[in-house]
């Protein structure tokens, strides 16, 4: 990976163009895990029964693979693949202007909790984004049969049951669930500059951003998984079945199956956290490199030209 010189000012438009592409490799490479980790954390044969449909991640996965064969996970993605672009577009982008917000010139070091601020900023934003995508995508990989025929589908039908409304049930758990998001920058940054202090060069390198990068996803989700469950949970559920919200959902786990309920799942989240954040960051500092290589051409052309 090509290092550029140490100017540190973010830019959000090129921040927005280098997420979208980073949140797009993670989908592709991942999205299988994600599937059975969505099995596991709805994993009950009805609403009010107790009884499980899969035993752990092997026995989902081999089930999905017998009764639905391969493309049984991948259901769902076209949903997360159209709505990765712009969430980890604008994810990244509010991330720089949050940056932006702290520094002064192009060499303005933000501190730790500088770093963290502005990384809970983009939960303001990416939620809008985030909620109705997510509740598509719930709904998709937990159906049996064909209830929804694909994305248009599946919206035109929550629309009809209960308007928006439907469409953006679980936005509260989204919000839960993403409110670590100032620890995942946090994690990335730090790393990055031990890497960079311990360098050679003083730069940081393919293998520190892919580490950074999957360190910082473990420590997210390590930190948002109950409330992914809780999330899951309530977006899957038929209307009214929560009559409120995520608090009926967290009464409901702790009445009939206990605080681990709260972890269901863990296996396929914690294995998928790394490849797939090593791959959201790689790809969004690959494509930061590329674009602040053609700005910089482009603008030493014109100077040239004038």
Known sequence: MAELPNEQKANPLIAFIAGGFGGACAV?????????????????????SQRT????????????????????????????????????????ATYAIGKRFFQTDNHT??????????????????????????????????????????????????????????????????????SPTGFYFLVYEYLQDLARERSATGQKSCASTILAGGTAGIVFWSLAMPFDVLKDRLQSAPTGTYKNGVRSVYKDIMAKEGPRAFYSGAAPILLRAFPANAAIFFGMEVATTFLTLVVRKVSEIEKLAA
């Open 109 to 178: 070091k933000l501190t730790y909790p500088q770093i963290f601020l502005a990384g809970s900023f983009t939960v303001l934003f990416t939620t809008v984004i985030v909620a109705p995508a997510e509740r598509v995508k719930v709904l998709l990989q937990t159906q049996e049969g064909s209830k929804y025929n694909g994305i248009l589908d599946c919206v035109k039908k929550l629309y009809k049951e209960g308007s928006l409304r439907s469409i953006f049930r679980g936005t509260c758990g989204v919000m839960l669930r993403d």
């Open 28 to 48: 592709l490479s991942c999205y299988p895990m994600d599937t059975i980790k969505v099995r596991l954390q709805t994993n009950r044969c009805s609403v009010n």
């Open 53 to 92: 449909i899969y035993r752990g991640f092997f026995d989902c996965a081999t089930k999905i693979i017998r009764n639905e064969g391969a493309r049984g996970f991948y259901k769902g993605m076209s949903v997360p693949l159209l709505a990765t672009v712009p969430i980890f577009a604008l994810d990244f």
